[in-house]
């Protein structure tokens, strides 16, 4: 099983769509709706035994350490990770990579660091230097010897549909292991524009199929780049298997808060709705959630999954602006469907190999943008 660990509330950030959008949002109707606990500390206060017995039930546990910023914790990664047996990921900004020390980077499996695309993108984003700095990090920490997966975990703005040339641009890099990008849509209330964002979408998916034609360009040549979101839908697709929400949340996938508690998302963290269980709990027992309406009778659901159950659930923007959502989802799969027979022959010319889309499941990348 796969459990985000919320290390800290904060972060040394100050991000467009989460820290400045966050601030704009008073009121987004949540509380009516929900029952929120706002007692858990801002910096974890979990108990290591505790965490060491709830997962020596699980044969196989993998901890994500998440925050804020997980890297403003290093002394309780370490703790952690001298004193619990796990596989260990961590979703961070990059900025305090070069801190982390090696011994300890060695025991990471996978990294997730967040980087927009380009220097101008990722600036304008996460602040003046965040790019450079983030570089610089991720050049040090390969320098050092560090051989995991390095992910990036890009955001896209609503005001930026150009992912053809931001994820070219970071492949370009030759830094990164895999790419993976969410789109910063549905997860506020005030955002929505209709007339802005059915733009952005029209522009999105247009550079959406660019991507695809680049990335099977690619496959020619015998490289298949782990571009999550095509990925991870080409080996459903290539296997005939439906799924469920892909990132798992509310069931294959929990985060820990700070307190202890079990809840089925990193960003539900202080909603009591979404409780799952907590430290004490046995870990075949935890509660589990699924996606509602619309998915649930939507004609994609089997390949999608449901983008996310945060947004499913919490519904804050209207159902024009989930329908122009699961427009760029559509495309996605019916550019992926139309590419499949052209990748059914590179790998039965054994161009590439079908093994080429397997993946890790549940460790971060939620793969539907
Ligand atoms: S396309 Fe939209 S409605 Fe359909 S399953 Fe995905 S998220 Fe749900
Ligand atoms: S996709 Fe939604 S439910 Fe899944 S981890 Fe992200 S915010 Fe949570």
């Known amino acids: 099983m796969h459990f985000h660990i919320i290390l800290t509330e904060k972060c040394n950030s100050n991000c467009r769509y989460c820290y400045e959008k966050s601030m704009k949002e008073f009121d987004n109707g ?39 910023e997980p890297l403003l914790k290093i002394d309780k990664i370490k703790e952690i990770m001298d004193k619990i047996d796990a596989r260990f990921c961590m979703q961070t900004n990059g900025k305090l990579l070069d801190k982390l020390p090696k011994k300890y980077l060695d025991k990471l499996s996978k990294i997730l660091v967040s980087i927009d695309g380009d220097k101008e993108r990722t600036n304008s984003n996460r602040g003046k230097g965040t790019y450079e700095l983030v570089l610089k990090n991720i050049k040090l920490i390969r320098l050092q010897g560090f051989k995991g997966e390095i992910v990036a975990r890009m955001t896209i703005a609503q005001n930026c549909p150009d992912i053809f040339e931001q994820v070219r641009n970071l492949v370009n ?51 298949v ?88 659930r919490a519904k804050l ?23 499949l027979p052209l990748i059914k022959n590179l790998i039965d010319n054994q161009k590439i190999s079908e093994r080429d889309f397997e993946y890790e499941k549940y460790f971060g990348p939620e793969i539907i943008p």
């Open 30 to 68: 949540l509380q009516k709706k929900w029952n929120f606990d706002l007692s858990a500390p801002v910096d974890s206060k979990i108990e290591i035994k505790k965490l060491k017995t709830f997962l020596s039930q699980d044969k196989n546990p993998t901890l994500i350490f998440y925050g804020g």
């Open 173 to 223: 890099l030759n830094l990164f292991d895999s790419i993976h990008w969410q789109l910063d849509a549905g997860f506020y209330r005030f955002d929505f524009d209709e007339k802005n964002f059915s733009n952005f979408v029209e522009a999105y998916n247009k550079s959406i199929s660019k991507l695809i034609n680049y990335w099977t360009r690619k496959m020619k040549n015998g490289k």
């Open 225 to 312: 780049l782990k571009f999550y979101p095509f990925v991870a839908i080409i080996n459903s697709l290539l296997k005939k298997e439906s799924t469920k929400l892909r990132c798992g949340s509310g069931y294959a996938n929990y985060t820990i808060t700070t307190n202890g508690n079990l809840v089925a998302c990193p960003i539900m963290g202080c909603v009591k709705d979404f409780y799952c269980g907590n430290l004490d709990s046995n870990i075949l027992e935890l509660k589990q959630f699924f996606v509602k309406e619309p998915c649930t009778s939507c004609n994609y659901l089997e390949i999608c999954g449901g983008r996310c159950l945060y947004s499913n």
């Open 317 to 339: 923007w209207p159902p024009r602006g989930e329908e122009l959502i699961c427009k760029t989802i559509k495309h996605l799969i019916d550019e992926l469907k139309k590419s």
